[in-house]
Nanobody, 116 residues
Framework: QVQLVESGGGLVQPGGSLRLSCAAS????????MRWYRQAPGKERELVAG????????NYAESVKGRFTISRDNTKKTVLLQMNSLKPEDTATYSC?????????WGQGTQVTVSS
């Protein structure tokens, strides 16, 4: 079965950095695009970043462009989200996502809190 397991969240001061990781299993990872989403309390889930199956193409929400970088390692079946220059408004639960066999799969999420 598809499993997505996120890690790397935590508490960080404004301006700091975190690196999130998502370990995938249960599907042929190298064949599928991957995405990071986030959801803050009381807000809708939003797409943060996406990466193509090969890693050649990426896209970002306007709010994170220039600060976040998505990457993947198809050998290790992981997708990463490097987050720099973090702001309080980046506080949210971050989840990775894959659309596989006509449905979305999500990990359990990892909490990122940006606060002084």
């Amino acid at each position: 079965q598809v499993q997505l397991v996120e890690s790397g969240g935590g508490l960080v001061q404004p301006g700091g950095s975190l690196r999130l990781s998502c370990a995938a299993s249960g599907f042929t990872f190298r064949n599928f695009a991957m995405r990071w989403y986030r959801q803050a309390p009381g807000k809708e889930r939003e797409l943060v970043a996406g990466i193509s199956s090969s890693g050649d193409s990426t896209n970002y929400a306007e709010s994170v462009k220039g600060r976040f970088t998505i990457s993947r390692d198809n050998t290790k079946k992981t997708v990463l989200l490097q987050m720099n220059s973090l702001k309080p408004e980046d506080t949210a639960t971050y989840s990775c996502n894959v659309y596989f066999q006509w449905r979305d799969y999500w990990g359990q999420g990892t909490q990122v809190t940006v606060s002084s």
